[in-house]
């Protein structure tokens, strides 16, 4: 597979803005359903809005299109920043983000496809997100189509053995309409990536693997575009992005603070956090 380069689609000022919204809608969500994981939603904000406003060949008239590119949020318990993307992309009414993590809904705490456009698996359970991208990348090589498979994964997630196995898989196939991107907030959910169980040295680890590898500033709508501009960044190999971020970006009583991770902002917070973002309850 030659590299391709992807026109651009939505300019950076709206970049920034659809990355502002994602992280206003988070957190109105969040606090609505008294749930968890804010955290983690502000942390990949950036990474969703630049995939969803320039760099992903996705139709919202068309959510079943065959030559889409698939997105896998393999850690799905930041599901309200997806739902959030995917309604201020118009692939269903903003109305139904008032119904997250509310019984009988379609939109449920961890990501779920069942009833709702654009969701391409339902995950939540850490560490099976890569494996589907690989067999979803697989089948798309062997049917000579041309979409591309995205997979976003948290940093804690890469403790799980079964992404190792799906990292040595996808060079051995040359996987490269495969693509990456680790939310490297550094923080999961009972401490530190380092005190929990240290990475490091993180991008050599993929290296070794086969994998093309770029490091990047995750919070940086510019720098998330410039790398994802020209795909594959080898031919022949699977790409990856080890996208540095920060653990409720955006909100400052929450950056780099663990106890967001399960935290659910009461009224006076959300308040806070909205004001900070620029943005009316």
């Not at 804010?38 to 990474?47: K, P, R």
């Not at 920043?81 to 939109?107: I, M, N, Q």
């Not at 994964?153 to 990292?167: F, K, N, P, R, T």
Request: glycine share 10%; with cysteine; hydrophobic share 40%.
């Amino acid at each position: 597979m030659s590299p391709t380069k992807t026109p651009p689609k939505a300019a950076l000022p709206e970049l920034v803005e659809l990355a502002r919204q994602i992280r206003a809608q988070s957190a109105r969500m969040v606090h609505a359903a008294n749930a968890s994981h804010i955290g983690t939603c502000l942390s990949m904000a950036d990474i969703l809005a630049v995939l969803y406003g320039q760099v992903m060949r996705v139709d919202p008239a068309r959510p079943e299109w065959e030559d889409r590119d698939r997105f896998i949020l393999s850690k799905g318990h930041g599901a309200a920043a997806l739902y959030s993307v995917l309604a201020e992309r118009g692939f269903f009414p903003r109305e139904w983000l008032r119904t997250y993590c509310a019984d009988g809904t379609k939109l449920s705490g961890h990501v779920s496809h069942y009833g709702v456009p654009g969701i391409e698996l339902s995950t939540g359970s850490l560490g099976h997100g890569l494996s589907v991208g690989c067999g979803m990348a697989l089948a798309g090589k062997g049917d000579g189509r041309s979409h591309r498979t995205f997979v976003l994964l948290s940093d804690g997630e890469c403790d799980e053995g079964s992404i190792w196995e799906a990292v040595l898989f996808a060079p051995h196939h040359k996987l490269d309409n495969l693509v990456v991107i680790v939310d490297f907030n550094k923080i999961q959910s009972f401490g530190s990536v380092k005190e929990v169980l240290d990475l490091d040295p993180f991008a050599d680890k993929w290296r070794a693997f086969g994998w093309a590898v770029r490091e990047i500033d995750g919070n940086d709508c510019a720098a998330v575009s410039e790398s994802l501009a020209t795909l594959p960044f080898e031919a022949g190999k699977p790409s990856v992005v080890i996208a540095h971020t920060i653990k409720g970006k955006g909100i400052s009583f929450m950056e780099g603070q663990l106890a967001w991770h399960y935290k659910s902002p009461n009224a006076e917070q959300l308040e806070k956090a909205l004001a900070e973002l620029g943005v009316s309850k």
